[in-house]
């Protein structure tokens, strides 16, 4: 409310609400506090230590890719596990008695020196090749492209699945050797496989979300996972290393890109980027309104890529269409892949295997391989890799 009062010395009348400059002269200090406050918040999160990437279905790992809470279900039923990131160690672990290995990645390990570890073995994943770990598995090809993980029923008599019941299965199809068990079945295949050979049980299965923390709780995953990795044996779990060997990385002395930069890179990325923003605001303003024109004919996007296809058809041209469409999912996958645009075959299909977990020799032959020999070929083709990139989107 406005209060009005006259004026002692000229009889006047004045009046005493507040205005808006007493208001701010009486609140600028806090205003000017709480301002410093959001800035250092700002900068902290900007600038603070960033955390680093998960480690899909690791022991150790808490987020929702990794495996954390399956430890602890199998530590506290007291099974011994026991986390190691190289053949080495594993065979150290082997040489201590009976145990459990659990391989969950192959990227950096060789699989003879693996199959040489003694003992039972749960494979996660599409190694692509069995020969060494799991004699006589296979990998079954579906329409379509992998099976995609999702709940499946066990539809087979080996009590781990059984009594577990519908579990997240999915990410590959496989078919053992005579006298193997398959269960959860897609297509002509069956996403685990377990066998036995030598005195030992291997067990193959499709993908590892079932074991992951996102999953655990859904369905019968945490019932699958004990029932098949808690046998009362210790386990070694053998995972990625999170320092690759020497060998495996680019660089001078094994090391990456981003070693090599010093440490106050991050500001001067910060100083280009203002420096584009203020550069492109002073030429955009000098440039003045876009001036707009109406074109004399108006083609829809799908007319022409339709045209471009009736050409390519009409001459028979297979080979370029498949590289053209080889290039454009290459282009598109590279960055998701975490690679420059000069990465060379080898490292996108070592990657690409890694991601998706997929045969290296199928996704190199997709990607590199010969032209297709006909039109049912190339739609062929087309569908695969429209499948691929589906897949790495989704992951």
């Known amino acids: 409310m406005s209060v009005i009062t006259p004026s002692p010395a000229t009889g006047e009348s004045r009046s005493t609400s507040p205005t808006v400059r007493s208001t701010w002269r009486a609140n600028r200090l806090i205003v000017l506090l709480g301002l410093l406050v959001l800035l250092f918040a700002v900068g902290s999160v900007l600038l603070g230590p960033q955390q680093g990437p998960s480690r899909p279905l690791d022991p150790d790992d808490t987020s929702l890719a990794g495996s954390k809470g399956l430890a602890e279900l199998l530590r506290a039923r007291g099974v011994t596990v026991d986390r190691v990131d190289s053949v080495e160690a594993a065979q150290e672990r082997a040489a201590t008695g009976d145990r459990l290995l659990l391989v969950t990645d192959m990227t950096f390990f060789d699989s003879d020196a693996v199959a040489r570890i003694p003992g039972d073995r749960l494979i996660v994943g599409d190694i ?29 008599s080996l009590p781990a699945a059984t009594a577990a019941g519908s579990a997240f299965m999915g990410g590959a199809a496989f078919t053992g050797p ?3 068990v398959g269960c959860y079945p ?22 590892g979300g079932f074991m992951s923390n996102l999953r655990l709780a859904e369905d019968g995953n945490a019932a699958l996972a004990l029932n098949l990795i808690g ?29 090599l930069m010093p440490d106050n890179i991050r500001w001067t990325v910060y100083m280009a980027i203002i420096a584009l923003v203020v550069a492109a605001f002073w030429r955009g303003r000098r440039l003045g309104p876009v001036v707009t024109e109406k074109l004399p004919v108006v083609v829809r996007a799908a007319e022409t890529v339709e045209g471009r296809g009736r050409l390519y058809r009409a001459r028979r041209a297979r080979r370029r269409a498949a590289d053209a469409l080889r290039a454009g999912t290459i282009d598109r996958l590279t960055p998701r892949l975490g690679l420059g645009s000069g990465a060379g075959q080898h490292e996108v299909v070592a990657a690409l295997a890694a991601r998706t977990g997929q045969d290296p020799h199928q996704l190199g032959a997709a990607l590199y391989g010969p032209p297709p020999a006909d039109d049912a070929g190339l739609v062929g083709l087309a569908g695969y890799l429209d499948s691929i990139e589906r897949h790495v989107s989704e992951l």
């Not at 090749?129 to 539809?155: C, H, K, N, T």
């Not at 897609?186 to 993908?207: C, F, M, P």
């Not at 070694?236 to 002395?253: D, M, N, Y």
Request: with cysteine; glycine share 16%.
């Open 186 to 207: 897609a297509g002509d295949g069956h996403t685990l496989i377990r066998t036995e050979r030598a005195g030992s049980v291997v067990t193959v299965v499709g993908n």
């Open 231 to 259: 046998t009362g044996k210790p386990v070694t779990w053998l995972v990625r290393p999170e320092f690759p060997p020497v060998g495996q990385l680019p660089g001078e002395g094994g090391r990456s890109m981003y070693d």
């Open 178 to 180: 005579p006298g193997s």
């Open 128 to 156: 692509g090749d069995f020969d060494a770990l799991a004699p006589g598995v296979r990998s079954e090809p579906v329409d379509g492209g992998p099976p995609r993980p999702r709940s499946r029923e066990p539809e087979c």
